[in-house]
């Protein structure tokens, strides 16, 4: 990694500020801890990491029942119960009953791994701190075997976070961190070129202004991300939606077509329908 910096690959576009973020992580052993509005592209920035070093990838993606110990290891206790009960010789070994988890299996990669810790935020409060030690000298205790794993190579890990819950003190001090700014209109043409190579100038531009208007409407409950534009730009292609029917002039503004990928709840739909009424009222 230290010859090759991330850039960015064929399908995602990286801004100058990321790829210095990732470049600073690796270089000081940290976790990359990444924030930004939902559809910025915080999980897809592991697998592209990945693809472009041709390193693997391990996801651990978190839920609100997600454990610290589950990245780690699991006993199935149960199993062995059943076993016994039948007679099965493997009883006698309990490492047939050790379960690997993301983190062991990152541990033991022949080369440095890229570990995708997704959405930490989701888990208890408890979850990152139960992680510091494991996070910071790279090693484990398996209490039921009594082995020690120690990693082979320090994985790149990726951390992302939706601000869901505050994360500890003492988790943040471990990690660099960056928040994904949402692309400006220059960055996500650059985005919106690597799905749409062919689209028309016309379209995008009047897409993108309907698109960011949308965004500029004081008190939407969800702004569309930049994974609904892409939805709905394809949407557009694929029913041949003419540029001037995201026009708004004279007057006539009006819900864009197939809002449905943009507008997520009958709210914001409602308060856009409003501003649309207010808007003729004056020009007229």
Same mark, same amino acid.
Request: glycine letters at 6%; one cysteine or more; a negative charge.
């Given at each position: 990694?230290?010859?090759?910096?991330?850039?960015?690959?064929?399908?995602?576009?990286? !801004?100058?500020?990321? /790829?210095?973020?990732?470049?600073?992580?690796?270089?000081?052993?940290?976790?990359?801890? *990444?924030?930004?509005?939902?559809?910025?592209?915080?999980?897809?920035?592991?697998?592209?990491? $990945?693809?472009?070093?041709?390193?693997? #990838?391990?996801?651990? =993606?978190?839920?609100? !029942?997600?454990? $610290?110990? %589950?990245?780690?290891?699991?006993?199935?206790?149960? /199993?062995?119960?059943?076993? /016994?009960?039948?007679?099965?010789?493997?009883? =006698?070994?309990?490492?047939?009953?050790?379960?690997?988890?993301?983190?062991?299996?990152?541990?033991?990669?022949?080369?440095?791994?890229?570990?995708?810790?997704?959405?930490?935020?989701? @888990?208890?409060?408890?979850?990152?701190?139960?992680?510091?030690?494991?996070?910071?000298?790279?090693?484990?205790?398996?209490?039921?075997?009594?082995?020690?794993?120690?990693?082979? +190579?320090?994985?790149?890990?990726?951390?992302?976070?939706?601000?869901?819950?505050?994360?500890?003190?003492?988790?943040?001090?471990?990690?660099?961190? +960056?928040?994904?700014?949402?692309?400006?209109?220059?960055?996500?043409? %650059?985005?919106?070129?690597? =799905?749409?190579?062919? *689209?028309?100038?016309?379209?995008?531009?009047?897409?993108?202004?309907?698109?960011?208007?949308?965004?500029?409407?004081?008190?939407?409950?969800?702004?569309?991300?930049?994974?609904?534009?892409?939805?709905?730009?394809?949407?557009?292609?694929?029913?041949?939606?003419?540029?001037?029917?995201?026009?708004?002039?004279?007057?006539?503004?009006? *819900?864009?077509?197939?809002?449905? @990928? #943009?507008?997520?709840?009958? %709210?914001?739909?409602?308060?856009?329908?409003?501003?649309?009424?207010? +808007?003729?009222?004056?020009?007229?």
């Amino acid at each position: 990694m230290q010859n090759e910096r991330f850039v960015g690959t064929q399908r995602y576009v990286a !801004t100058e500020d990321l /790829s210095m973020a990732v470049a600073a992580a690796v270089t000081l052993g940290r976790p990359l801890l *990444i924030k930004g509005e939902p559809g910025t592209g915080k999980t897809q920035l592991a697998e592209e990491i $990945a693809g472009f070093l041709g390193r693997p #990838l391990y996801e651990w =993606h978190v839920k609100s !029942t997600t454990k $610290a110990q %589950q990245g780690l290891y699991e006993y199935d206790a149960v /199993s062995r119960l059943r076993d /016994s009960q039948l007679g099965d010789a493997r009883v =006698h070994d309990i490492g047939n009953y050790i379960v690997k988890g993301r983190l062991w299996e990152a541990f033991c990669s022949e080369v440095q791994p890229v570990l995708l810790i997704d959405e930490i935020d989701k @888990a208890d409060i408890e979850f990152p701190n139960d992680l510091l030690r494991e996070i910071d000298r790279m090693e484990f205790y398996v209490y039921e075997t009594r082995e020690l794993v120690r990693a082979r +190579h320090r994985p790149i890990i990726v951390i992302t976070s939706n601000n869901e819950k505050e994360l500890p003190d003492a988790f943040l001090r471990r990690c660099f961190f +960056h928040y994904i700014r949402f692309p400006d209109e220059q960055t996500m043409r %650059q985005i919106v070129d690597v =799905h749409f190579p062919g *689209i028309k100038k016309e379209l995008l531009a009047e897409s993108l202004t309907a698109f960011y208007r949308i965004r500029e409407v004081p008190g939407l409950k969800k702004k569309p991300s930049t994974s609904e534009l892409l939805d709905w730009l394809k949407l557009l292609l694929a029913e041949d939606i003419a540029p001037e029917a995201l026009r708004a002039t004279d007057g006539k503004a009006t *819900i864009p077509p197939l809002y449905g @990928a #943009l507008l997520k709840n009958e %709210q914001d739909i409602h308060l856009f329908e409003q501003l649309v009424f207010m +808007h003729r009222r004056t020009t007229r």
